[in-house]
């Protein structure tokens, strides 16, 4: 129990609805936060951190619709543009991390969301899985999907689901 | 995050299966140590530990259907002996956190265990709740009830379920 590799935590993390990239969704946050302060505490030298932020392609690709495409080049710079807001979103948390000195691995993947996340549960194998979910009533949840729910279900680890407080719940509760 | 109040992780458990009193389940005791190794680490006096053992009266009185009752004692002996066999097997848990220094709590109740478990969580609001499970296919589970499932729909804090591993799930994964 005293010594051994540090506990790795997988944080799954995304962009805010309402505020865009940079920005985190008050749902990531929570998770986050709720990580920090019930389970890592001050023993930041016992646990690994590794985010994971899933881009979705439709989702990211959209603002392109009025994009003029003349060159190759044109593709690559709305690649690397895509590659810079993920980068953006994953500073946040290093950076918070770095400044209370957990150790921790960020990275983004493209593609559903809850198919990634869970494929890299796989792959990465952490002790645990943290997911933010907005605590949407059925009928709300069966029009944004619910990757928390998937998760549960299908990650190949323990998984943990922190709901938004309702002070933090925005007047419209899909948004995040 | 340094200071503030202990953590507290609400912990489920029951009695095995295939042993009986007072020996715990495989799964609470995979959950229990799961907790403690991932969780809790070297760092005791950030977490208080919950045990919540919740009694089934049908299943703990099945014993007495070849019982005469003569007085009403016999019936207070019956209640008596329930109750030191749940104490028995909170005993087990209590002993470890002793033994490694973890602050704990543990307690029984009667009824049926998820909505007990849930309406303990109500009351005493842990930060997390940590409940076992068997890891059965659809089919089993039919039969079983999924005490796991229904606590993470319907608890009100952070749920995780520990699954067994394929090592220690006996030859009838019913059993536990």
């Known amino acids: 129990m005293e010594g051994g590799e540090a506990t790795r935590v997988m944080v799954a993390v995304n962009e805010s609805t309402i505020k865009g990239y940079p920005?985190?969704?008050i749902s990531?946050?929570?998770a986050f936060e709720w990580t920090l302060n019930k389970i890592v505490r001050n023993n930041t030298?016992?646990?690994?951190?590794?985010?994971?932020?899933?881009?979705?392609?439709?989702e990211d690709g959209f603002e392109d619709m009025d994009s003029i495409f003349a060159s190759p080049d044109d593709f690559k710079g709305m690649k690397n543009r895509d590659k810079i807001?993920?980068?953006h979103l994953l500073e946040y948390f290093v950076n918070r991390c770095h400044e209370i000195g957990v150790p921790c691995e960020a990275w983004t993947k493209k593609g559903d969301p809850k198919e990634v996340i869970c494929h890299e549960v796989k792959r990465v194998q952490p002790d645990l899985l943290v997911v933010g979910?907005?605590?949407?009533?059925?009928?709300?949840?069966v029009f944004v999907g619910t990757v928390s729910e998937f998760c549960v279900k299908h990650a190949e680890c323990p998984v943990?689901?922190?709901?938004r407080s309702a002070a933090e719940t925005p007047q419209d509760p899909i948004d995040d």
Chains 1, 2 share one sequence.
């Open 85 to 87: 807001r993920g980068l």
């Open 28 to 30: 990531s946050k929570g």
């Open 160 to 163: 943990v689901t922190i709901k």
């Open 45 to 58: 030298a016992g646990f690994k951190l590794l985010f994971i932020h899933v881009q979705v392609p439709d």
């Open 23 to 25: 920005h985190a969704s």
């Open 133 to 141: 979910c907005r605590g949407l009533g059925p009928f709300q949840r």
